[in-house]
């Protein structure tokens, strides 16, 4: 049994974008992970045309909502929340996620016993419950980025690190993302020039940057990466290299241009692929629907 805090202690913050049926098992879910904590959630929605703000108002009056005109993007939209709260932890988190009872606590455990610790990330686990390589990442410096555009991945993924215990990581992955309010005053709250896509990067980068260290811990979420995001869209290849670009040229424009060259050529030439992949998997699914239906099962 864990003891009640007086405090206020954590705000989680979700934005949500037409994943209604998502958004309450993750709410549902964070709600026995804060069991004994003081603490509240904030949902950010970012004018979905599904049911979303209804039901909440109607089955969720715990939660607090803000209601977006438009959609503003991730980074705005969690910046929104976390100026409304005053807790001593913030933690960011997708909607397409299941929070397990022990993660939460046990992430505030470790940064209260490590104040050095700006922010710590989860082992995020997928439909089959498997470890998602994603849940510790290197920051993607040219190199790492050349490397990973190249297919070698295992830097970018730090594969070295082990599954089963705390390790510190560069970046932390916005679909869950525990940080310290501390670190975030010193640092700043999410870079906006972001709409979707590498500002959980960006902060992580200057939460180093700013003496602070990120940390992976084996706790668990369910993460069903892309309920919230058409991945086979052209905005979302446009969307998420652009990301890329604006990560490369605020932290690393100060390169030479005979440096620089090969990282944008490199960007521009990946994303060109995966729009080829995208159209042949249009064309695979025109053809022969059946086959691509079993292909995603």
Not at 169 to 184: T, W
Request: charged letters at 25%; a neutral charge; glycine letters at 6%.
């Amino acid at each position: 049994m864990y003891p009640v805090c007086m405090a206020k202690k954590v705000s989680i913050v979700i934005v949500s974008y037409n994943v209604r049926p998502q958004l309450t098992e993750c709410i549902d879910s964070v709600r026995l992970a804060l069991a004994g904590l003081s603490g509240d959630i904030t949902v950010v929605d970012n004018c979905s045309k599904d049911d979303t703000v209804e039901y909440l108002q109607k089955h969720y009056l715990d939660v607090q909502l803000i209601i977006n005109q438009e959609n503003v993007g991730f980074a705005r939209a969690n910046n929104q929340a976390i100026r409304q709260t005053d807790s001593e932890y913030v933690l960011l988190l997708n909607p397409d996620t299941i929070v397990y009872e022990p993660t939460i606590h046990g992430c505030i455990d470790f940064m209260d016993a490590h104040p050095e610790a700006g922010g710590t990330g989860v082992r995020m686990l997928n439909r089959e419950g498997k470890a998602a390589p994603e849940s510790r990442r290197a920051i993607p410096t040219p190199w790492v980025a050349m490397l990973k555009m190249l297919g070698c991945t295992r830097r970018y993924y730090m594969s070295n690190l082990p599954w089963d215990e705390p390790s510190r990581i560069e970046v932390i992955s916005g679909a869950y993302c525990m940080l310290r309010r501390k670190a975030l005053d010193e640092v700043g709250l999410l870079d906006e020039d972001y709409f979707m896509y590498g500002e959980d990067i960006d902060l992580s980068y200057r939460l180093l940057k700013g003496g602070w260290q990120n940390w992976y811990l084996p706790y668990d979420i369910v993460h069903y990466k892309g309920g919230s995001t058409q991945k086979t869209s052209f905005r979302y290849v446009h969307v998420f290299y652009q990301a890329m670009l604006i990560f490369f040229r605020k932290h690393y424009g100060h390169l030479s241009f005979f440096f620089s060259l090969p990282i944008k050529v490199a960007i521009y030439f990946r994303a060109f692929l995966a729009l080829i992949e995208m159209q042949s998997a249009r064309l695979r699914q025109f053809i022969n629907p059946r086959t691509d239906a079993y292909e995603k099962d």
